[in-house]
DNA sequence: TCAGAGGCGTACCGTACGGTACGGTTCGTT
DNA sequence: AACGAACCGTACCGTACGGTACGCCTCTGA
């Protein structure tokens, strides 16, 4: 029995997953590059074997973002004994590991496939993204929210508009503007004003939403 | 690369205007039928004719995106005598023409086409959506946000950083969950939101950047 | 009335790629 | 050793679609 790595159902062997891991290569080195020849000769198996572990052409992209998507793990966050410097310090933290997954290529790509496949009826790789981005990072950050307004910390209506706000101020225009191929945003340019970026982002959440702040969303 | 974005109505004729028409509605129906044949069928007009006026399929895709996106125009805002009850009218406007433009079906199809060819080492279409998109966005914007400034109705250090916030508080995640197809968010279910997502959204910018608020990023 | 331009519709070509078939090879099991 | 399952490599097929060619129609202007 081969040692294999367990993703909403779906195992992968170390075979297939190298298998996966070339199709991810081709889709990140180039976007359109994914074609069943080219996964068979960088993974050096024949297709027929690709037609039998993922059924068809859906069925590989399906895998490989899924498996991919689902290796996303940000950090969990110690919610016990939230201090407010505790507390600021994980939100940075989530705006740090945010907006690094965000500007990485592998991301750049999948959200670019997953949005590409949904533009033809077809939501499968969206919804594996969207389960994994967006939504991931709300259920992640959401305890920790409610933590916050439980000690008194931060003070909302309710969670969802906060996640949001949050994640507004520390992705802003960032995402659309890479996923667009904003040649002026290079990813060694973003890097450097990374760590100014999130003091920012949650400074301001902290501004909105802190128990000091003097204006506030009802 | 010296990439001008000019559109004239004298750009295209009045037929050559139908056979975008048709090309974007093909767009919009259905994102990856926007073949040549159809097309033509639907222009009534004969593939010929499509090659010898566009060039190729990039160049019909080009100008339709090109078309339609130059035509997405912002009310300009009054920026003369600015009272601090017009800034945040201006303010508010602003954000609903801009919640209002993201969440539409064009809106949408287009970005997600400029997006599926960004994928592909050709980022023309995304500089043009980029261009009239964000970028426009921000240059219409920012007269206002400086007028504010010069009113000491604003406080910020610069006005990029100023306009990227008000980006991010007002599309959120909207325009990602969006372009990745999530099914729980329907247009009608954003639009029964909007003024309220406006008023918010306008809020918090104000209570960031507005003289009188206590907390302000330096 | 005629000529030419512009344009429609259709047929056609080439190619890229998804998907299948098959012979040959490796490897584990008996 | 013998057998079979899994798999590799390659050749092959069908189709969809980008792009071209061409015959015919319509409209315009002299």
Known sequence: MPLTIKVNEETFTPRQQAVLTAALDLLVENGDGLTMTAVARRASCSKETLYKWFGDRDGLLTATVQWQAAKVRMPQVDRSHLSAKALRLSMEQFARDLLTVIIGDVSVTLNRTAITHAAQEKDRLGLIVLENGPMGIRRRLKPILEAGKD???????????????????????VQIRLLLGDSTLTQSNIEANIEADVKAATDQFFALYGVEATHNRE
């Open 151 to 173: 000690a008194r910390l931060l003070r909302f209506a309710n969670s969802e508009d906060a996640y949001r706000t949050f994640f507004g101020l520390v992705v802003r225009d």
